[in-house]
């Protein structure tokens, strides 16, 4: 069964950092894409980033460059999204998801539960 959890969310001030985790089980990770989404309240659901099973990164939202990143530990079954300079804007529920594919595949073939963060002073 493939599950996705999601950790390492909560309050942070406004310029500080976080590191969301994901573990993933269920399934060989190292041969998946694996991107990162978010859901700010009244808003859709957006992409953030992705990290294909090769190692590239996929930038879905340009208001996150030069701010996060994604990495990969495949021996702990693990993604990473590594968020600083945090902005109140990047409040919202991120979740972490399995594309159908590459990172530019637009089925997400598994969600997780999400994980929540909130930027506030």
């Known amino acids: 069964q493939v599950q996705l959890e999601e950790s390492g969310g909560g309050l942070v001030q406004p310029g500080g950092s976080l590191r969301l985790s994901c573990a993933a089980s269920g399934f060989t990770l190292e041969y998946y894409a694996i991107g990162w989404f978010r859901q700010a309240p009244g808003k859709e659901r957006e992409g953030v980033l992705c990290i294909s099973a090769d190692d590239d990164s996929t930038y879905y939202a340009d208001s996150v460059k030069g701010r996060f990143t994604i990495s990969r530990d495949n021996a702990k079954n693990t993604v990473y999204l590594q968020m600083n300079s945090l902005k109140a804007e990047d409040t919202a529920v991120y979740y972490c998801?399995?594309?159908?594919?590459?990172?530019?595949?637009?089925?997400?073939?598994?969600w997780g539960q999400g994980t929540q963060v909130t930027v506030s002073s």
């Open positions: 998801a399995r594309p159908a594919g590459s990172c530019r595949a637009r089925v997400i073939d598994h």
